[in-house]
């Protein structure tokens, strides 16, 4: 079965989040909003929930939360109905097992991420309580970066235990990588760059799905 493949969004300004969002909206059933506010990483984006929560939206958004206080960013998109998955990270210095909960309580979907130089041990204790895990090929923060190979290594790893949660990957994604990353064994492919710098999206997301069927039989 192909990986799903979900559209990210990183962007620096409105204008640029919804130009973006409004492309892919009608075309998938997920799409990714990339969440930085200088803490946990050094880079910044624009996802401003009171501004989202007005718009109308025709998919499921899920958070990937590039944050040091994930519960803080979680709370202010309480009011974004599209809002139906929170994925963080787990090098954040939290408590974990409380803010699972805590987000299992509101009925979203809960996943963490992991970067590539952080061991994927330190997910073991929080697998039987997530929904998917977000191995990043790349060291967070910007979108366009080369993958870093090792980081298919977790994906390996993930895909040996059984059962697992959802295996998502996310960075580095090229047309010269998938073929790799979907051999190790990632169930979903969160892509930016590889999408939105080939217009038109329609077209371009149909070209990738092409792929991602060919390389997965």
Same mark, same amino acid.
């Given at each position: 079965?192909?990986? &799903?493949?979900?559209?990210?969004?990183?962007?620096?300004?409105?204008?640029?989040? +919804?130009?973006?969002?409004?492309?892919? &909206?009608?075309?998938?059933?997920?799409?990714?909003?990339?969440?930085?506010?200088?803490?946990?990483?050094?880079?910044?984006?624009?996802?401003? %929930?009171? #501004?989202?929560?007005?718009? +109308?939206?025709?998919?499921?958004? &899920?958070?990937?939360?590039? #944050?040091?206080?994930? %519960? +803080?960013?979680?709370?202010?998109?309480?009011?974004?109905?599209?809002?139906?998955?929170?994925?963080?990270?787990?090098?954040?210095?939290?408590?974990?097992?409380?803010?699972?909960?805590? #987000?299992?309580?509101?009925?979203?979907?809960?996943?963490?991420?992991?970067?590539?130089?952080?061991?994927?041990?330190?997910?073991?204790?929080?697998?039987?309580?997530?929904?998917?895990?977000?191995?990043?090929?790349?060291?967070?923060?910007?979108?366009?970066?080369?993958?870093?190979?090792?980081?298919?290594?977790?994906?390996?790893?993930?895909?040996?235990?059984?059962?697992?949660?959802?295996?998502?990957?996310?960075?580095?994604?090229?047309?010269?990588?998938?073929?790799?990353?979907?051999?190790?064994? %990632?169930?979903?492919?969160?892509?930016?760059?590889?999408?939105?710098?080939?217009?038109?999206?329609? &077209?371009?997301?149909?070209?990738?799905?092409?792929?991602?069927?060919?390389?997965?039989?």
């Amino acid at each position: 079965m192909a990986p &799903e493949l979900i559209p990210a969004l990183l962007c620096q300004d409105e204008t640029s989040f +919804h130009d973006r969002l409004k492309m892919v &909206e009608s075309e998938v059933p997920w799409v990714q909003v990339d969440i930085l506010d200088g803490t946990l990483y050094a880079n910044t984006s624009w996802a401003d %929930a009171h #501004v989202i929560s007005t718009w +109308h939206i025709n998919t499921s958004l &899920e958070l990937h939360l590039m #944050v040091e206080d994930p %519960a +803080h960013i979680i709370s202010t998109w309480n009011t974004v109905t599209s809002f139906r998955r929170a994925i963080w990270h787990i090098e954040a210095k939290i408590d974990h097992t409380s803010l699972i909960q805590a #987000v299992r309580n509101t009925g979203r979907e809960v996943g963490l991420a992991i970067a590539p130089s952080t061991p994927l041990e330190k997910l073991t204790p929080y697998l039987a309580d997530i929904d998917r895990v977000l191995i990043l090929g790349v060291e967070p923060g910007w979108s366009g970066q080369p993958l870093i190979p090792t980081s298919l290594e977790h994906v390996r790893q993930l895909q040996k235990q059984t059962p697992h949660p959802t295996i998502s990957f996310d960075g580095g994604v090229t047309e010269e990588t998938l073929p790799g990353i979907i051999k190790a064994g %990632a169930e979903s492919i969160c892509a930016s760059s590889l999408i939105f710098n080939h217009p038109p999206i329609p &077209e371009r997301l149909q070209e990738i799905r092409a792929k991602l069927d060919k390389e997965s039989v």
